[in-house]
């Protein structure tokens, strides 16, 4: 069973503020991912990943970062936070090509930018 | 660029009745198509996929045919019981332009005794 920890599972901070989220999976798989969860928006992708220090940009990449280091752990860095940025964040992995191979999540982030 | 569309943003039914929740993409490639489901508190859950016209997928009771004629993936299931009740969403991955699979809105099915 792939295993998809993230840390912390909860987050406050204020504007202009400096957060990372950390994922890291058990698996051994080649890609991962970050996306955010909004009322009416569902799941938007940030960014992701096929392998360590490899990074490419989903669709709402605007005020984050991200970094892979090695094949288990991805990270997720908002330099200067902005109350738009509160949301509910997954992270998620998946095996060979990330088109076709169904995506393991993990249990979320809720991050709150007052 | 590739999109899913989920026409039903909630859903209320009782138990035994019958469900369909709407999928339709628009993508230039060859999409391979999913349904995730989510349950309060939890990441969500890959149900199925398909990926070839008229294939079709199923598991927990749940099915849906990829229709490539109109472009849809439509989820259905005979009789919802409670403990359905969670997010539904439906994802689309490009084989041919090898990008990252994209989610539609979500559909929260809310089922009552």
């Known amino acids: 069973e792939a295993a998809v920890t993230q840390s912390p599972r909860n987050k406050v901070t204020v504007t202009g503020g400096n957060v990372t989220l950390s994922c890291r999976q058990t698996?051994?798989?080649?890609?991962m991912y970050w996306y955010r969860q909004d009322t009416g928006h569902g799941l938007r992708l940030i960014h992701y990943?096929?392998?360590?220090?490899?990074?490419q940009i989903g669709d709402v990449p605007d005020g984050y970062k991200a970094t892979r280091t090695t094949q288990e752990d991805f990270f997720l860095l908002l330099e200067l936070a902005s109350p738009s940025q509160t949301s509910l964040y997954f992270c998620?992995?998946?095996?060979?090509?990330?088109?076709?191979?169904?995506?393991?999540f993990g249990p979320g982030t809720r991050l709150t930018v007052l | 660029g590739d999109s899913v569309t989920q026409t039903e943003g909630q859903v209320a039914l009782s138990e035994e009745d019958f469900l369909t929740i709407h999928c339709n993409y628009s993508?230039?490639?060859?999409?391979?198509l999913f349904w995730y489901v989510q349950y309060p508190g939890e990441g969500p859950q890959f149900l199925f996929r398909?990926?070839?016209?008229?294939e079709k997928g199923s598991s927990r009771g749940f099915e849906a045919t990829y229709d490539k004629g109109t472009t849809s993936f439509h989820l259905r299931k005979a009789s919802v019981q409670e403990s359905d009740s969670a997010v539904y969403y439906c994802?689309?991955?490009?084989?041919?332009?090898?990008?990252?699979?994209?989610f539609g809105a979500g559909t929260k099915l809310s089922v009552k005794p």
């Open positions: 998620a992995s998946s095996d060979g090509g990330y088109n076709y191979a169904e995506q393991f």
């Open positions: 698996n051994s798989h080649n890609y």
């Open positions: 990943s096929y392998g360590a220090g490899n990074l």
């Open positions: 993508a230039s490639g060859y999409p391979a």
């Open positions: 398909a990926s070839r016209d008229k």
């Open positions: 994802a689309l991955g490009d084989l041919d332009n090898n990008n990252a699979p994209r």
